[in-house]
């Protein structure tokens, strides 16, 4: 029998330390999950449809037992993942928090970044009364035809 029993829409699994290997940063097997064959046991054949971490200060994502990792980047600094000429390199750039979105079938994680670059195309909020009332089949069209407002007459609005 399985204790906890199943919960109606899964479970997401929330934890600070991600249970991934971590081959491109020979800093990060020094703070790595230990003992990551005891959660798998936990895991493995459970409801846990997610499992969503921390701890490195950079986004990045695997499975663990057949089941998604998402790993959050920071909203403080970020760590280079790759650096060159240095063990850790924290930088000052690129925070971010990453929003999840529960679908029956599926998760799906957006990178929000926290700091705004700046902004280099824009379609202003204008479009949204020319598209009014229209099928998804013709907004569809109007947002990818060269020659419709949207790509002509609503370019560069409220910027
Ligand atoms: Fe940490």
């Excluded at 701890?55 to 760590?79: D, I, K, N, R, W």
């Excluded at 280079?80 to 390199?89: E, I, L, N, Q, T």
């Excluded at 999840?100 to 902004?119: C, F, K, N, Q, S």
């Excluded at 009332?133 to 907004?139: H, P, Q, S, Y």
Aim: hydrophobic letters at 45%.
């Amino acid at each position: 029998m399985c204790w906890p029993p199943p919960a109606e829409h899964g479970t997401l699994l929330a934890l600070h330390h991600p249970p991934l290997p971590l081959p491109m940063l020979r800093a990060a097997e020094l703070i790595e999950l230990l003992e990551q064959d005891r959660l798998a046991a936990v895991v493995r054949g459970s409801d846990v449809r997610g499992i969503l971490a921390g701890h490195l200060h950079f986004s990045t994502y695997s499975l663990f037992e057949g089941v998604p990792v998402s790993v959050a980047s920071a909203s403080c600094y970020t760590s280079d993942p790759a650096p060159v000429d240095r063990f850790v390199s924290g930088v000052d750039g690129g925070q971010s928090f990453t929003m999840i979105h529960a679908y029956a079938d599926r998760l799906v994680h957006t990178i929000v970044p926290l700091v705004a670059g700046p902004e280099v195309s824009a379609v202003g909020l204008d479009i949204m009364a020319a598209i009014e009332g229209l099928t998804v089949e013709e907004a569809r069209e109007m947002a990818s035809n060269k020659t419709s407002p949207f790509n002509t007459q609503f370019e560069d609005h409220d910027r």
